[in-house]
């Protein structure tokens, strides 16, 4: 078979020949007791750089030992570009959200002989599901592999922006001692009212991990957690995602991209927030307006905006986000640290090994499968496409 691998370019100035610690720390199972991926086996050194094109996943020695072919490319976004070109005969695409290839409707017409979109990571609104499902296509993903990853990136975001560290940091690396200006923007998170929309994996972590911080936790999500988990951490439920964002002065997104979600946070939502909440969204880019959180940010209707999800990635160099006031943003890096790529390359290897031998992949790692969302799909998504407009990321390094 024919394996396409998209992943992220090498760092710039080449591999590293050392990283910081010479070894991870044990993780055994995640909180709810999911064993963490289990493959039969791996050729790669933990906490290495794996979701680069020269880390290929820790994959080539084990496909080529099965006869399979492996192309990994970085070049994804243009007419033209080394994916497209390869996607036409392959049977397997694994992509990650860091560095989407979008499989639009168009590239999965394309591709006759596709069987199967894995997502190196958590998150697969970069695949038309609609066009995954029409074409029997199945998407699995690895559930929960960066999950805590990201819920620690959500809190360093909020303590960040809250506590106004960014320009404190600027003002040391600029030989400067000026407390007033260090200061005039700093508040501490004791007492606020904390809440996410939507607490699964990465949500409730993150309220789990706030919680000692003596703040009021609330919570939105289509599914309501069990009274033993609302009671765990004193949540306050909300029915609507306007109740929720009119008395908080953080609110952090962790649902994902769907038809449901996209643009939820449009001018009319940011309109009806506490004045002066905070955002945080790690989820997606696209389930904010663009254009109506940077005038939010000039406005004073948002204190602040962090995360580190943009739509499309790469972001165009003139992406308003870049520039805008009051934000906090990265690349898109909370899910993919040296430890989540550990993770996520070992979860990759394990659906392969059971699409190879013919097992069943495990049901919480299924997005689409025999022609309709399944599994964490099935739980998190609605039916439809989030890819509109991915072309824009062929514009990056244009402008
Ligand atoms: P999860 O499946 O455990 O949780 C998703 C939750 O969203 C579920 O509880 C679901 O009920 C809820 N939800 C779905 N639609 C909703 C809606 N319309 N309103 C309210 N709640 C809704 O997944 P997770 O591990 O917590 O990840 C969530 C998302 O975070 C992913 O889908 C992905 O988009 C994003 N993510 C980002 C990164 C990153 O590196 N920035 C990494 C992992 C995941």
């Not at 289990?38 to 006869?67: H, I, N, Q, W, Y």
């Not at 109740?243 to 769907?258: F, Q, T, Y």
Request: with cysteine; net charge negative; proline share 6%.
């Amino acid at each position: 078979m024919k394996i396409l691998c998209v992943l992220y370019e090498d760092p710039s100035g080449g591999m590293p020949e050392k990283y910081p610690l010479s070894a991870l720390p044990e993780i055994s199972n995640y909180p709810d007791g999911m064993p963490l991926p289990s493959p039969k086996g791996r050729d790669f050194a933990a906490g290495t750089l794996l979701g680069c094109v020269s880390g290929e996943l820790g994959l080539r020695k084990f496909l080529e030992d099965r006869g399979h072919t492996l192309v990994v490319t970085s070049d994804k976004d243009a007419d033209g570009c080394d994916a497209d070109r390869e996607l036409v005969d392959a049977d397997i695409v694994i992509s990650q959200p860091f560095w989407p290839y979008y499989l639009t409707e168009k590239r999965i017409k394309s591709a006759q002989n596709l069987k199967l979109a894995i997502t190196a990571g958590i998150g697969s609104d970069h695949v038309d599901l609609q066009a995954a499902m029409d074409h029997n296509i199945d998407v699995v993903e690895v559930t929960y592999c960066n999950s805590r990853s990201v819920a620690e990136h959500i809190v360093m975001m909020i303590l960040a922006m809250v506590r106004d560290y960014h320009p404190q940091h600027q003002i040391v690396k600029d030989g400067g001692w000026h407390i007033a200006d260090a200061v005039k923007r700093s508040y501490d998170v004791e007492g606020m009212h904390i809440g996410t929309i939507a607490a699964g994996r990465i949500g409730y972590d993150m309220l789990r991990k706030m919680a000692p911080f003596d703040v009021h936790l609330h919570y939105n999500d289509r599914h309501r957690l069990p009274a033993e988990k609302e009671a765990e951490l004193n949540l306050q439920y909300h029915e609507t995602v306007e109740s929720l964002v009119g008395v908080c002065d953080v609110i952090n997104i962790s649902c994902p991209l769907h038809p449901e979600t996209e643009h939820l946070f449009n001018e009319e939502l940011l309109a009806k927030c506490k004045p002066g909440a905070y955002l945080i969204n790690t989820a997606r880019g696209k389930i904010c307006d663009r254009a109506a959180i940077a005038k939010a940010l000039e406005s004073g209707q948002l204190s602040g905006y962090a995360g580190d999800v943009w739509f499309p990635q790469p972001a165009p160099v003139d992406h308003p986000w870049r520039t805008m006031p009051n934000h906090g943003m990265t690349p898109h890096t909370s899910g993919t640290t040296l430890s989540a790529q550990t993770r996520y390359a070992d979860g990759v290897r394990e659906i392969l090994e059971c699409f190879f031998d013919g097992h069943e992949i495990r049901n919480e790692y299924k997005i689409v499968s025999g022609g309709q969302l399944a599994g964490a799909g099935a739980h998190a998504y609605s039916a439809g496409t989030a890819t509109d407009g991915s072309e824009e990321a062929a514009n990056f390094g244009s402008t």
